[in-house]
């Protein structure tokens, strides 16, 4: 069994920055794909990032794109997200995901194709 572990949440002021990591279990973890996801109340989960098994290949929803990046370090089992020029509309619980098997056809974006999920960390940005 697959355990991921998000840290790093909290309340932070507009255009403030905040990282977030995950440490993920297994000796099988370089193999994984990994995925940050986050949901705000009320709201359907969404995807916010990816990234492939080396770190060569990333994946972004345009709502983040250019503010957040996702990076692994795979020596030491964990994926972190680091967002820069927080917004309001960024408040949710992040979720990080890891994903057994290869995407097919750019499903990085969809929940279904992660295996396993963290237990969710809150990120609340103030006005």
């Known amino acids: 069994q697959v355990q991921l572990v998000e840290s790093g949440g909290g309340l932070v002021q507009a255009g403030g920055s905040l990282r977030l990591s995950c440490a993920t279990s297994?000796?099988?973890?370089?193999?994984?794909?990994m995925g940050w996801f986050r949901q705000a109340p009320g709201k359907e989960r969404e995807f916010v990032a990816a990234?492939?098994?080396?770190?060569?290949?990333?994946y972004y929803a345009d709502s983040v794109k250019g503010r957040f990046t996702i990076s692994r370090d795979n020596a030491k089992n964990t994926v972190y997200l680091q967002m820069n020029s927080l917004k309001p509309e960024d408040t949710a619980v992040y979720y990080c995901?890891?994903?057994?098997?290869?995407?097919?056809?750019?499903?990085?974006?969809?929940?279904?194709?992660?295996?396993?999920w963290g237990q969710g960390t809150q990120v609340t940005v103030s006005s």
């Open positions: 995901a890891a994903a057994t098997r290869r995407f097919i056809n750019s499903n990085y974006y969809r929940g279904v194709s992660y295996d396993y």
């Open positions: 297994g000796r099988t973890f370089s193999s994984y794909a």
């Open positions: 990234i492939n098994w080396s770190g060569a290949s990333t």
